[in-house]
């Protein structure tokens, strides 16, 4: 079939599960909302989904969107470091490892512009080029190049994007993948390809481009791919500037560090080199702009290389949990010394105001930032403790200070860094039941349930909890999360409280005679996907014509399967040919039906020119049609159990 939906191979598909579904992050994954139900995957189940039987059967053609646990979407809860949240989506396991083998495959096809200028350096959450998914070594490495050039170069110009992923145009994106193939290794991707990975690109985003947690496809696309050719010509044109003897673009995403080496700069001032800054930079936000991006001008600064640390710092994503490392020494009296004194400053802070973001910032470089080793923050340190050496939490006087900290300043003071203080909390007892400082936690929890409280700071710890005890508090699940979101709790039920691929595998056994009648007809299936894809966008119009296609390709299937002979499609088009396959059903008007679906057809303007859909004032007529269509497939299909 030659991978006619996806675009993506079978040792694409392999090397995608082999990344994702590694024994050795398993920890790390556990510790994330998205990537829950896979650390939670049986090694048996592991082998089935990365065989090749499964990837012909499923992926290959396209069966696996015929799966409802498969397609499925929510919206995530994600932090910013501001305290704010983070427009991001929540995706079924298998839906997120399709995305991610899109991104796999990409990779292996993309030649990047970058890699002809080795002053061009670009970072991504994640390394498909070195097998790595997990954010925490990248950003590292970003820092300590950074870092490095800070000894080299005088200058750097720290610039940054507004609105950076809601902004990125698909069209454009896919456009850029085609124009950089590998043509000497790889082929294009077709047109029914770049469509199918286009629609699954705005599904996974909810209509734009898919920010997902640990979604390394969507940084490496972000990154890699969408302002490739920006670096590139912002790498020329510096390279012109006579007065710049040498430079350097360093990438984590949207955040570009430029580094710059003016000639003769040991007798100059940094203003006098403001021209270059200015320069530098319209030319950045002029690139910007004709791509459809905005350069953030309150986060561009003209910085001396010594306060690269300073900015470094700001970039550190709340969300994060560090990967088990222990950058800073330090023995168990000092960390708890450190933690006392953190305690004691929160409760202490001036207790007629609330405590800021800043206010906490401050607190915490207080406390924690070494003196002797300026490359870290005084939150990594903290991290590093919460997540890594968390017996040095269990201490009777930390737990009662948490304890009375949660008490005198109320749930909202964990709001301000929901993950490092939730699991610090969680942290401060192997046996949470019997923690006053964990009950404490909850009960605020509740108490915000049942005044009519409840808000999206309290999920996120209620989500913090369960990752960290296996969604077995029945209350939190059943009471808090159900409550505030059902499709949240949907998530839980079927994709975190048990193995994913037994919920995937119900589904196919009750959908197991349209997967026979339909077998490995991957047109079917592509046309049942583009109907879902346009209904969950409410386009109305194209997801009837997709449907009513589907429909008569299905009952087309249907005659062929119980004849045992060959598809022939064009048998099955006018109404009488249709309702010969449902016309001895009891209890239903199939001629009726099938007659009001041609119609509709007949009057879509995508498919006659009649074009009569587009001046009706409602399109509510579609909607029955196309659950009237769905009973006869129903009532048919039932009729061979």
Known sequence: MNNLLLGFNYNNWK????????????????MYLQDYPLAKLSSENIETIKSEDFFNEYIETGKVFFNSTVIWRTSNFITKNSGGFRDAQLLSPFLFLLLQAIGVEIQSRYVPLRSKNPKLIAYYSGDFSRNIVTYKSQYRGFCEVNTQLSKEFPYFIKTDISDYFSNINLDRLLA??????????SSKFTPLQLKMIKEMLYYCGNGKFP??????????????????????????????????????????????????????YQNQDKEDYNSEYNNIRFKYSSLLHSYGLTLNTNKTLFCKSEGIFEQLKLNIYDEIIPEKENPISLNKEEAVDKIKNF???????????????????NIIDNNFRPKDAIDFTGEEVLRNIIFDKPEYLNDGNIISSINKLIIERGISFIYLSPKLFTNMVLNTSRDQNRNKAVKTLLNEIFLQLRSGALNAYDINISLFYLLRTDFKHND??????????????????????????CSFCEENRKKSIYLQV??????????????LFEQERNNKIEAFAYYKTYFDRFTALISAYTTKTKLKVKDFYSIEDLNKVYKDLEGINSYKIIKKANELRNENPLVHSSAKLIGRPSLEGI???IKQLQDLIKLRIESYD
């Open 15 to 30: 090397r995608t599960c082999n990344l994702f579904l590694n024994p050795k992050i398993k920890r790390s994954l556990s």
């Open 176 to 185: 850029m993948i085609n124009s950089r193939i590998d043509k000497e290794n």
């Open 211 to 264: 920010l997902v947690e640990n979604s390394t496809c969507s940084s490496f696309l972000a990154t890699i791919i969408y302002l490739d050719e920006i670096d590139d010509k912002m790498g020329s044109f510096i390279d012109d500037m006579t007065d710049i003897e040498d430079y350097r673009l360093v990438r984590y995403v949207d955040d570009l560090y430029i580094w710059i080496k003016p000639k003769d």
């Open 343 to 361: 305690m004691s400053d929160l409760i202490n802070f001036n207790k007629k105001h609330n405590l800021t973001k800043e206010d906490l910032e």
């Open 476 to 501: 939190l699940k059943n009471k808090v999360i159900k409550e505030y979101d059902p499709k949240l709790f949907e998530y839980i039920a079927m994709y975190c409280v048990k193995d994913f691929f």
């Open 518 to 531: 339909i077998s490995s007809d991957w047109k079917t299936y592509y046309l049942y996907a583009n109907y």
């Open 623 to 625: 909607d029955v049609c």
